[in-house]
């Protein structure tokens, strides 16, 4: 089957996302000028994003054929919007550069104490060990999101170091603002990443098409990134096992990062299966006023995930 042609536009979001990535009032929006037929048409996809744009969301999606880089589904995927934990990505392709050009000790002890302590979720609080290498860190903040290991690689690394990578990647919409924190005051930047759907689904290919600062650099966040173990999300449909889907019986492929704050959901990745091999992200922002606002949003990744799943087998 021939690709299908893409869908182009979502909604006119002109007016910018508040600092916890919400909108007070609900913008005006076209529906898509053209949708492609059949099994592959994403239309359930661009009505769940409708609906969630109705009830006062902000969305955002971008879709790319990994094969002919025709970009199947894109809506409102030049905005930058917060993306939580998603923002780790460059975080850990710096990190990667770094074991690679030995400028970073993989065995480096890092200790949990230097560290600014974060209450509010993650693995290594829980943990016995008080102290970690960097490589075991990076896989943390890889499959866990857990916010002391990625503080910790940020503190080694620094915040220089990481703009500068996104700046050499080519990443305009894209920033980590900041740490992990339990609690956010006034003189601390409103989130801790922001970037556009677009630019991370393009990262997302460069990354598995070894395109990521060189080919070892690229398999090493490709490998960190298959082990996440969120697949709550987009991933919902896939029925990989979230313990352990980087070798699947049938074949296949996924890797991929999400992000979670108050009021924001944003997932990336690459699925790819017998038929087509796809790179997507999703960023969704809303109000998070009761359980039913943010199942909402939920819903509307794995509607995301079905239609990619049939796209790709």
């Not at 059949?38 to 109705?54: K, Y």
């Not at 890889?142 to 080694?156: C, E, Y």
């Amino acid at each position: 089957m021939g690709a299908p042609e893409p869908f182009e536009g979502f909604r006119n979001s002109s007016a910018p996302a508040s600092a916890g990535g919400r909108r007070s009032q609900r913008a005006s929006r076209r529906l898509p000028r053209r949708a492609a037929v059949g099994r592959r048409s994403f239309t359930s996809t661009l009505r769940s994003l409708e609906e969630l744009a109705d009830a006062g969301a902000q969305v955002s999606v971008h879709v790319v054929d990994l094969d002919n880089h025709v970009h199947v589904l894109s809506g409102d995927d030049h905005v930058t919007m917060p993306v939580a934990g998603l923002g780790v990505v460059p975080l850990l392709i710096e990190v990667a550069a770094g074991f690679e050009n030995g400028t970073l000790d993989p065995l480096e002890i890092v200790d949990r104490t230097v560290v600014e302590a974060v209450e509010t979720s993650g693995l290594w609080r829980n943990l016995h060990a008080p102290a970690l290498p960097l490589e075991d860190l990076a896989v943390l903040a890889a499959t866990a999101g857990d916010p002391i290991a990625v503080n910790a690689l940020l503190q080694r690394v620094g915040h220089d170091r990481v703009r500068q990578r996104i700046e050499s990647l080519g990443l305009r919409r894209t920033a980590l603002l900041d740490r992990f924190r339990d609690q956010r005051g006034p003189d601390d930047a409103p989130q801790v990443a922001v970037g556009s759907a677009r630019e991370f689904a393009g990262l997302f290919s460069a990354l598995v098409n070894s395109q990521v600062v060189d080919a070892a650099v690229s398999a090493q966040v490709s490998e960190w990134l298959s082990l996440n173990q969120d697949l709550s999300l987009v991933a919902a449909s896939t029925g990989l096992d979230p313990f352990a889907h980087d070798h699947d019986a049938h074949g296949l492929l996924f890797i991929n990062k999400t992000g979670r704050d108050r009021g924001v959901r944003a997932e990336a990745g690459v699925l790819a299966g017998p038929r087509a091999g796809i790179a997507y992200s999703l960023i969704v922002c809303f109000d998070d006023l009761s359980i039913t606002h943010r199942l909402r949003a939920h819903d509307a990744f794995r509607v995301l995930g079905v239609e990619l799943m049939e796209y790709t087998h």
